[in-house]
């Protein structure tokens, strides 16, 4: 009966492997609960984890590892706001893109134009006042960004408000890191 049940679990993961949502049994949708996520994972790891596997066969062994490592996966992507919205924008037909699509809204270029006059200034002065001040703006438009992508995805599958969210966020992580060094560089 046990082994039953863990073969039938086996199988609807390997029939779930490329879905990062089903294979953690979680609802297709922007707005995550992170506890759930968690718990979701924490079960699915119990079930597929190697070490179960540890007695079993070679094949046995390495699919068990195939399937720990798509667990991985999907709650990597799933934890990560960008990612999950990326991946949710992708599945409705929507890439983002990011690498080829460059062009921004003029008052997104404004804020990058403030932005990067902002990191000069602090970087020129040594204030780490005025790096924290930027950081935290980075942390304002990101908290913005996210009810966009929410409000835009899983309210209203406005899927080019949704792309364009998230390509702006992908913008700030990067900004974000310019800044990280700059703090760092004044350590």
């Known amino acids: 009966m046990w082994l039953r049940r863990i073969i039938q679990r086996l199988r609807f993961f390997l029939n779930n492997l490329n879905d990062p949502f089903a294979l953690l049994g979680l609802p ?106 930027l950081r935290r703006s980075l942390d304002a438009a990101c908290k913005s960004l996210s009810q966009r992508i929410e409000q835009a995805i899983d309210h209203q599958q406005n899927w080019a408000e949704a792309v364009a969210a998230v390509r702006e966020w992908m913008f700030v992580e990067r900004f974000a890191d310019a800044v990280e060094a700059a703090e760092f560089a004044l350590g």
């Not at 079930?47 to 046995?60: K, L």
């Open 28 to 133: 297709v949708r922007y707005a995550l609960d992170r506890s759930a996520l968690e718990l979701a994972y924490r079960q699915v790891q119990g079930i597929v984890h190697p070490d179960r596997f540890a007695t079993s066969s070679d094949r046995d062994l390495r699919v068990a590892v195939q399937w720990a490592t798509a667990t991985n996966e999907a709650v990597r992507v799933l934890r990560d706001p960008v990612k999950r919205a990326a991946l949710l924008c992708e599945r409705h037909g929507h890439p983002v893109d990011a690498e080829s699509n460059t062009s921004m809204p003029a008052s997104f270029l404004m804020q990058q134009m403030s932005w990067r006059e902002s990191l000069d200034e602090a970087r020129d002065s040594g204030d780490p006042a005025a790096l924290e001040a």
